[in-house]
């Protein structure tokens, strides 16, 4: 076991500054919180802390990350609390800390490993701070180490494949390549002994076997590249590990046999220039295989490895490998930023480490940098937080699938991310076992269950809190669907009620015969349309009854001729004066919802296709959306001669909180002949209801003789008229 002394004149050795006192303190504390545990091996437990630390000095991390790895285990598996760790080590230690345990916790949830990827991100995501996340990859190499020493078979696998599918290729993506081989290869060898096995004997044959050719080859190499004037390099043969070759052997479906390229050369030169130097006197001299040549120094991959790769057909027509780098890029491939943080330092600059906080996570910010290039790197310089899938949550479902979704999801989103009938029968939600509404946010790593009820029907209201747009769109579906039902149904009531004033009886029997005329497919379509005020019922009537007096549109005809509308086409009547001027009778009328027009305003009409003429005020903001289609805009004015027709004005009053205020207003409006249609409280303090009228008006002037009525009385604190 490491020593106590040993790990801290480690850390001193990079960083001459580092908290001594606080690794000892940390030594100290983790050896009596453990105690007398023992590992699956019969070692002391608190041997573990101490290996993984000591790992980590290998990355020349900072004390905080030493100390957070010799307390890794304490909040999981002793008494110890994140309190009284904050309490001897403070807040960056605890939050640290409490990282770790976190990932400790989603270990073994992984089951389902076609979800690999969104678990990989999920752990990244709830690292936040990358030294975390390395603390977490060094504790689990030294798990696999010391796997053999657990008895269960079962659960060496499940480690073992945790290990391969999760934390290898996690390690790769920070760059950390040593730390992600050794990784793979001790899970192979727990998942495929006896292929491990094989591949570890074939490869100790051809080693003696090749050994003089091997030699053979890197001497014509050198000589060749000697001759191109290079200098400073080295080549060396280097062995795949038995992994890469197994998963070759697996991809490519080729036998261990026809694998001639289990050495890669690797040629390391002094610069890029020496790297494109030594690739043109390879390339000038060999056979190149094609497809098999690769730049990574112009077009470094994401975790920031750089290297040329090439193949060609060598000495003797053998197939090999080569790979050519510079010194620097060399320390990056083997053991990540860590490394080239470090190589900068001992090659460059002068200041050494006076700027000690700024040099210490350099090579972090540099990694968070490349990890994410999207974003712009300034906003990561100021800590070493993992910023990459801040805008996205992971949650597991109760069989332990894992579901990432947008920041601010809730149980809805959920819902309709496991299926749309989840969605529909929502009732309620459970996060971790406990029961929580439905608006709240999801977290990281949240377990979620949806609880649903037949009788449910999806709430429009809950369109206002989802952020998925699978789930918007469900809801609105089911809206759309509900609403068309509605519609149908007023459309029923309507067509009765007039047909009655026609001293008809209502037959939907007596529609079908005239669908093609209203080019509708079928009965309820028409009545759907009836009911939305797209088609007027009136014409419907005298189409139907047959009270025609066809009256073709010549007039205006000219007018929509631009318009595809299935207006034109339809025979008009005159049953009651249109209260618009300028427009063709029968043709559907809006008022918008955003301004509620009303006779004395301003208007213009906008026309929509299948949907009819929607009249706005001349002031109304909605009308920038239409000020590149000038064609849809209709002059419009308001009839006179309409004394019973009623429109919607819509208030905004400010009214006191107190006994009977509602009462006063509502009955001003009354007294003034006004009718309320719709009265919402918008928002409630102690002190005020802010309230929205709507109300059945003549006009404009009927309107303000109201607000004004409003504004006479004390409760009124503020009266206007809305418009959106
Ligand atoms: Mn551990």
Request: charged share 30%.
């Amino acid at each position: 076991m490491i020593r106590q002394y040993e790990l801290v004149e480690k850390v001193k050795s990079y960083d001459p500054d580092a908290d001594e006192d606080l690794i000892n303190r940390a030594y100290v504390f983790a050896m009596k919180a453990h105690g007398a545990q023992k590992r699956a091996s019969g070692d002391p437990y608190f041997s573990h802390p101490v290996e993984v630390a000591y790992k980590l000095t290998q990355f020349k991390l900072d004390a905080a990350s030493i100390v957070t790895a010799l307390l890794h285990d304490t909040v999981e598996d002793t008494e110890v609390t994140l309190e009284d760790i904050e309490n001897s080590f403070g807040k960056e230690i605890r939050g640290l800390v409490d990282g770790v345990t976190k990932l400790s916790r989603l270990e073994g949830k992984s089951e389902n490993m076609n979800q690999a990827e969104n678990f990989r991100k999920l752990l990244i995501a709830m690292s936040e701070d990358l030294r975390v996340l390395l603390v977490k990859l060094a504790d689990r190499l030294h798990n696999m180490e010391t796997l053999k020493h657990i008895k269960k078979p079962e659960k060496r696998q499940r480690i073992a494949r945790e290990t391969a599918e999760i934390y290898a290729p996690l390690a790769e993506r920070i760059g950390m390549r040593n730390l992600k081989e050794s990784l793979q290869d001790l899970a192979f060898a727990e998942l495929y002994p006896e292929a491990r096995e094989s591949i570890v004997t074939r490869l100790n044959f051809l080693r003696e076997a090749g050994q003089a050719e091997l030699e053979k080859t890197v001497n014509i190499i050198r000589k060749r590249l000697e001759e191109a004037g290079l200098k400073d390099f080295t080549i060396h043969g280097r062995e795949k590990t038995p992994f890469s070759i197994w998963k070759k052997m697996e991809t490519k479906n080729v036998e261990f046999e026809q694998l001639s390229d289990i050495i890669a050369f690797r040629i390391i030169v002094d610069g890029i220039p020496e790297c494109y130097q030594a690739l043109g006197a390879i390339h000038a001299e060999w056979h190149t295989i094609p497809g098999r040549f690769k730049d990574y120094i112009s077009t470094p991959k994401s975790n920031g490895y750089q290297s040329i790769h090439t193949a060609i057909l060598g000495p003797g027509q053998q197939r090999i490998e080569i790979q050519i780098r510079s010194k620097e890029m060399e320390e990056i491939a083997e053991y990540g930023l860590a490394a080239h943080w470090a190589y900068k330092q001992s090659r460059g600059s002068s200041d050494n480490g006076s700027t000690r906080d700024g040099k210490q996570f350099r090579w972090i910010r540099e990694l968070l940098e490349i990890l994410e290039k999207s974003s712009n790197p300034e906003e990561f310089l100021e800590n070493t937080k993992l910023e990459m899938y801040n805008d996205q949550v992971f949650c597991f479902t109760p069989k332990g699938d894992i579901l990432a979704f947008p920041r601010g999801a809730t149980p809805v989103d959920f819902a309709y991310a496991v299926h749309s009938g989840v969605g529909d029968k929502c009732v309620g939600a459970k996060i971790n076992g406990r029961i929580v509404p439905l608006r709240t946010r999801l977290k990281n790593g949240d377990q979620v269950e949806i609880i649903t009820s037949k009788t449910q029907t999806p709430s429009p209201s809950w369109e206002r809190f989802v952020v998925t747009g699978k789930a918007k769109s469900e809801i609105r579906k089911f809206v759309r669907t509900q609403q068309r039902a509605e519609y149908i149904n007023l459309g029923r009531a309507v067509l009765a009620k007039t047909f009655k004033q026609e001293g008809e009886e209502f037959n939907e029997k007596l529609i079908e015969p005239h669908l093609p005329q209203f080019n509708k497919k079928s009965v309820e379509d028409l009545l759907a349309e009836v009911g939305e005020g797209v088609l007027s019922r009136q014409q419907v009537a005298e189409i139907v009854i047959g009270q025609k007096k066809d009256t073709s549109a010549n007039a205006v005809g000219s007018m929509l001729s631009s318009l595809s509308s299935p207006f034109r086409k339809k025979k008009s009547g005159h049953g009651t004066p249109m209260p618009i001027k300028g427009l063709i009778p029968g043709m559907a009328i809006h008022f918008a919802g955003c301004c509620h027009p009303i006779p004395g305003d301003r208007i213009v009409g906008i026309v929509t296709t299948g949907k009819g003429i929607t009249i706005h005020t001349m002031e109304c903001e909605t009308l920038e959306n239409y000020s590149d289609a000038p064609e849809r805009w209709i002059d419009v004015a308001w009839e006179h001669d309409q004394a019973d027709a009623r429109h919607i004005g819509r208030l905004r009053a400010q009214v006191s909180h107190e006994p009977a205020a509602l009462a006063t207003v509502t009955n001003v409006i009354a007294k003034e002949n006004g009718n309320i249609s719709n009265f919402k409280i918008v928002n409630r303090s102690t002190d005020f209801f802010e309230i929205l009228i709507d109300i059945e008006v003549h006009d404009l002037r009927h309107l303000n003789n109201i607000i004004a009525n409003l504004r006479s009385k004390e409760v009124v604190q503020s009266v206007e008229r809305y418009q959106t």
